[in-house]
Structures are given as structure tokens and as C-alpha cells.
């Protein structure tokens, strides 16, 4: 098997209670199921904290069956249970500039809930609580062993993958409400699509050129560079790991460039019916619809 199908996915069949895991083919509509490989698990975290011999992996899964990805297979988050779910705002020059505020000298950190996480395919719940419900298309880094004090020399190695996550925002909340603290803007239900699979490292040569993109309703409303991430993976892992112990399956949500909605003239927030697509090229697609709660 190619390297190129180490796509981690987590999905459910018509009729599951548990959820299994696979590897995604790059065009989405196929996978190739674990299920039944002895000493594998059907859960990615459990996966990444085995530090799995991929080579070994990747043969074991060359014998499995392929599975059609259609109406029966519902891809659920790629990782369902992170320990940490740990967000950066203002990470693009161009972010700040459409808010005109000064580049960050130290990044922004913040957390979303789990309970935001849904899949790439699922709808996102137009909370009546909010008026102003916003986009943001953000890479997601994906810890892959114990970090703690980690040098920034080394910082990438503690990497497993990437995958893609729309920052769903309640600005209202975000900004005006909870005294301009992000969290309860941040963590509604279904407020972080994430998927469709998360792609192990050895697959993006350069993550620091990968473009991403969101639509709404099939208009283009950002179009960005992961280049343009202010604080670079290697000094967020180094600076988190300083305080905080990262664990395998931790994600970092890595910020979002501009075009969000808040900031266009006249704003710009998501209504019930709405279609939101999210993109990182090389990563995948997701596909989300607002709906009434």
C-alpha cells in the first residue's frame, strides 16, 4: 500500500453502535477498513498512542476490504475524544490587518469544548443563543506522543498529522458577552467540524505552503496560505509544552486567515440553510449545512 493512504478516518456503517476505524482514499469516496487486524484499535487516539510501526500498518491493510464511502458510511471526527482542543486567534498577518490590530508578540491561546466536535459531513446547529455566527477555515496540527518541555528544534517530531477544522464562532459571545472571554463563544455544540481524516506528516512535504479556503453557499470567502502563519508549529508545541504536557491525539487548531465574516462591510453571519465548505488542499474537504436548532 502506498503511503499516500495513511488517511487516518473514523466512520460508523448503517447499523453500527461502535465506531471503526480505516484510511481514506485522497478523493474521499472510498476507504479501506481495519476492522478485524489483530492489535489494532478502532480508535485513532489509542492508534497514535501506540506509536505504530506505519510500514507494518500499511501492509496489514493491503489484504483489507475496500468500502464504498456513500449514504451507509458516516464519517465521524477523525479523532472524537482529543485530551486537548487547544485554538490560536490572530495567527495571520492578514487576520489582524482586516481587524486592524497590531501582530500578536506571543499567540492567543484558547480552547474549544468536545462537545463542538462533529464530522466533516455533519450539520452545525444555528444556536438560538446567537445572532452572530461566524466562519473560520483552520489547519489543525495533531500531537503525536508526550510532549513536555520540548525544544523548538525538536518540536516537530512530536507531530503526527494534520487535518482541517472550521472554527465555528458565536461573536456575540466571542466579543461582547461572557466578559470577552472566547470559551462559551467558541465551544457550542457542533461548533468544530473536523475531518475528514487526519493525514499523517510524512505526506505534507511543506506545511507551511498549503492553501485553504472557505465557501458559504459556493461563494469564496477566504483564500489563504499556511505560509502566512504568524507563530510557526515548532514555537507553538515548543511554548505550549513548556506549561501544559501535550499527549497523543491532543489538537491544536492553528488559526484562520482572513475573510470571516464578521469583519466584511456590512458583517456577514451564517442562517439556518446555509452551506459551508471548508478546504485545505492536500488535507480535504468538509461540507457542513446551518441548521434551526
Known amino acids: 500500500m502506498q503511503a499516500a493512504r495513511m488517511r487516518f478516518v473514523q466512520y460508523l456503517r448503517k447499523g453500527d453502535l461502535a465506531k471503526r476505524l480505516g484510511l481514506l482514499s485522497e478523493d474521499q469516496k472510498s476507504l479501506v477498513e481495519f476492522a478485524g487486524l489483530e492489535g489494532v ?13 506505519l510500514e507494518e500498518l500499511a501492509k496489514k491493510a493491503e489484504k483489507q476490504p475496500r468500502l464504498e464511502v456513500n449514504d451507509d458510511v458516516t464519517l465521524l471526527p477523525p479523532l472524537t475524544d482529543p485530551g486537548k482542543i487547544i485554538c490560536i486567534g490572530l495567527n495571520y498577518q492578514d487576520h489582524c490587518d482586516e481587524q486592524n490590530k497590531p501582530t500578536p508578540k506571543e499567540p492567543l491561546f484558547f480552547s474549544k469544548f468536545n462537545n463542538a466536535l462533529v464530522g466533516p459531513q455533519d450539520n452545525v446547529i444555528a444556536h438560538a443563543a446567537s445572532s452572530k455566527i461566524d466562519w473560520e477555515v483552520e489547519l489543525v496540527c495533531v500531537i503525536g506522543k508526550v510532549a513536555r518541555q520540548v525544544p523548538k ?6 507531530v503526527f498529522g494534520y487535518s482541517v477544522a472550521q472554527d465555528i464562532s458565536a461573536r456575540d459571545w466571542q466579543k461582547e458577552r461572557n466578559g470577552g472571554q472566547f470559551l462559551m463563544g467558541k465551544s457550542m455544540d457542533t461548533f468544530l467540524p473536523l475531518g475528514p481524516a487526519v493525514v499523517h506528516k ?3 512535504p511543506d506545511v507551511y505552503n498549503l492553501n485553504l479556503k472557505t465557501w458559504v453557499n459556493g461563494v469564496e470567502k477566504q483564500n489563504g496560505n499556511t505560509g502566512n502563519l504568524i507563530f510557526k508549529l515548532d514555537d507553538v508545541i515548543n511554548r505550549l509544552s513548556q506549561t501544559i504536557t501535550l499527549l497523543p491525539g491532543d489538537i491544536i487548531v492553528t488559526g484562520t486567515p482572513k475573510g470571516v465574516g464578521m469583519h466584511r462591510t456590512p458583517p456577514e453571519f451564517l442562517q439556518p440553510g446555509d452551506v459551508v465548505q471548508s478546504e485545505i488542499v492536500g488535507l480535504g474537504k468538509l461540507c457542513n449545512k446551518i ?3
Open 41 to 53: 484499535p478502532s480508535d485513532l487516539k489509542i492508534l497514535i498512542a501506540q506509536d505504530p510501526n
Open 153 to 158: 528544534s525538536q518540536a516537530m517530531d512530536y
Open 202 to 204: 510524512s505526506l505534507v
Open 291 to 293: 441548521v434551526a436548532p
